[in-house]
């Protein structure tokens, strides 16, 4: 028997009624004030820090042939950018962009290949069906 105080859904449902109950208007008009901070944030990139950027760029790809991508690139620079605004910085520090190499090197390190389901047709039928 399946316990329903036990379903992912209520355990959703008990964690947002829990953060709810923490978030009062004053947090949350700092939280809108922070994120809005941080999305206008002027950022730039010094030419020291773009060739470094670029160096590992080039040392990853051949060091992971076939493995790293242009868009790769893109998502180290993309969360380059939010690591340092969110610290209040307006340009990338060799700090930080060590940082997100290391998160980026875990997050790749903890990822698992989903399995490939069958493919199915919108009313859940399977596309190929066997000859059996």
């Not at 700090?95 to 998160?103: A, F, M, S, T």
Request: glycine share 4%.
């Amino acid at each position: 028997m399946v316990k329903t105080e036990d379903s992912p859904s209520n355990m959703l449902e008990t964690c947002f009624r829990n953060i709810s109950s923490l978030l009062n208007q004053d947090l949350l008009n700092r939280l809108r004030l922070y994120l809005t901070q941080c999305r206008e944030q002027e950022y730039s990139l010094t030419e020291e820090l773009q060739k470094e950027v670029q160096d590992d760029f080039v040392r990853m790809r051949q060091e992971n042939q076939g493995q790293v991508t242009v868009d790769d690139l893109h998502a180290h620079l993309v969360l380059a950018r939010l690591v340092a605004v969110s610290k209040g910085k307006s340009s990338l520090d060799e700090g930080d962009w060590n940082h997100v190499k290391q998160l980026e090197r875990t997050r790749r390190s903890q990822r698992t290949a989903a399995p490939r389901a069958e493919p199915r047709a919108p009313n859940g039928l399977p596309l190929h069906i066997s000859a059996n």
